[in-house]
């Protein structure tokens, strides 16, 4: 057998990295089975309060309504806040049933699954291969059956596309070891699952952030510049994934999750975008655990995003 040219494999693959576009008539459709059942539905005002990015309280049909302009949602979050798991379970649910009928194709964008595994969760989306099989295969985040399962389960039920978005693990850690520019020896293949390199490296602004995030903790271990690389690497890769889904045809609109250091106070990936697709519409949901949703601290919680969620 004549092998094929590593560019053509290459082209293939990429191929495979898409998730098909369901028809117009599957998008408008109701969802093919129930999405997963919350454990609990959180109550506003007593588990969760929203607020503007500068502290006037306001509600999720504030975030709705802001979604009709935008292109992208970003939502940060809390990655071991139950409350606000739940609450994205919410936004994914309630934008579905809002542009059903419309237009507007949904798209989900996850920073916990990396880009090497887009083919996995596309043959689990379109029911190829088993869940067990999905969760061998896909690398899921810990705690995934109740953090992220009920966004895949309703992505799932409602056949619209969910983005692997992060970069490998793998390439992440060779960027702490031995720097960004180490990425430069990697093949063709490990450069499709990243963003176009050299990836732009952290904003001042971002830094400064960083800083203030690092001060004060002991992690034993002395992180360096390439840490704060390394963390760069994931903004450009998420931000890259989620123009490459807006690229893919008329009327898409993305929501993105990822931990809330990655989308906070406007820098990190609202950053890549802008770089990749200058004046994109975004509008960004910042969650913060606190012990009193309804006590909005100024310094703290001012100009997280465009909406602050505090869980209790």
């Known amino acids: 057998m004549k092998a094929r040219p590593y560019h053509a494999v290459l082209g293939m693959l990429a191929v495979l990295a898409v998730t098909p576009a369901p028809s117009r008539a599957q998008q408008d459709a109701a969802p093919v089975q129930a999405a997963p059942p919350s454990r609990q539905t959180p109550v506003e005002g007593r588990d969760y309060r929203v607020y503007?990015?500068?502290?006037?309280?306001?509600?999720?049909?504030?975030?709705f309504e802001a979604m009709d302009p935008?292109?992208?949602?970003?939502?940060?979050?809390?990655?071991?806040?139950?409350?606000?798991?739940?609450?994205?379970?919410?936004l994914l649910t309630g934008a579905l049933e809002r542009y059903r009928g419309t237009p507007r194709w949904v798209m989900l964008?996850?920073?916990?699954?990396?880009?090497?595994?887009?083919?996995?969760?596309?043959e689990y989306l379109t029911g190829l291969i088993a869940e067990a099989h999905f969760l061998d295969s896909a690398?899921?985040?810990?705690?995934?059956?109740?953090?992220y399962r009920p966004l895949v389960e309703t992505a799932r039920a409602w056949r619209i596309p969910v983005v692997a978005a992060n970069a490998p693990r793998r390439y992440v850690n060779r960027v702490t070891?031995?720097?960004?520019?180490?990425?430069?020896?990697?093949?063709?293949?490990?450069?499709?699952?990243?963003?176009?390199?050299?990836?732009?490296?952290?904003?001042?602004?971002?830094?400064?952030?960083?800083?203030?995030?690092?001060?004060?903790q002991d992690h034993g271990v002395d992180?360096?510049?390439?840490?704060?690389?390394?963390?760069?690497?994931?903004?450009?890769?998420?931000?890259?994934?989620?123009?490459?889904?807006?690229?893919?045809?008329?009327?898409?609109?993305?929501?993105?999750?990822?931990?809330?250091?990655?989308?906070?106070?406007?820098?990190?990936?609202p950053e890549r975008i802008e770089d990749l697709r200058p004046g994109t519409r975004i509008v960004s949901v910042v969650m913060r655990r606190t012990d009193s949703p309804a006590a909005w601290d100024p310094e703290a919680h001012t100009d997280l995003g465009d909406f602050v969620i505090l869980t209790r």
């Open 70 to 90: 935008a292109e992208v949602v970003l939502v940060g979050e809390e990655h071991g806040d139950t409350v606000g798991h739940r609450l994205e379970a919410a």
């Open 139 to 147: 690398r899921p985040w810990e705690e995934y059956a109740m953090r």
């Open 177 to 216: 070891r031995e720097g960004p520019g180490s990425l430069a020896d990697l093949g063709p293949l490990a450069k499709h699952y990243l963003p176009p390199l050299p990836y732009p490296g952290p904003s001042d602004r971002y830094r400064a952030q960083w800083d203030a995030l690092m001060s004060g």
């Open 223 to 269: 992180l360096g510049e390439n840490a704060l690389q390394a963390q760069a690497l994931w903004d450009a890769s998420m931000g890259h994934a989620v123009v490459e889904a807006l690229g893919r045809g008329p009327d898409r609109f993305v929501i993105h999750v990822a931990g809330s250091f990655h989308v906070e106070r406007g820098t990190g990936v």
């Open 109 to 122: 964008s996850l920073e916990m699954f990396e880009r090497d595994v887009q083919y996995v969760l596309d």
């Open 52 to 63: 503007t990015r500068d502290g006037a309280a306001t509600s999720l049909a504030a975030i």
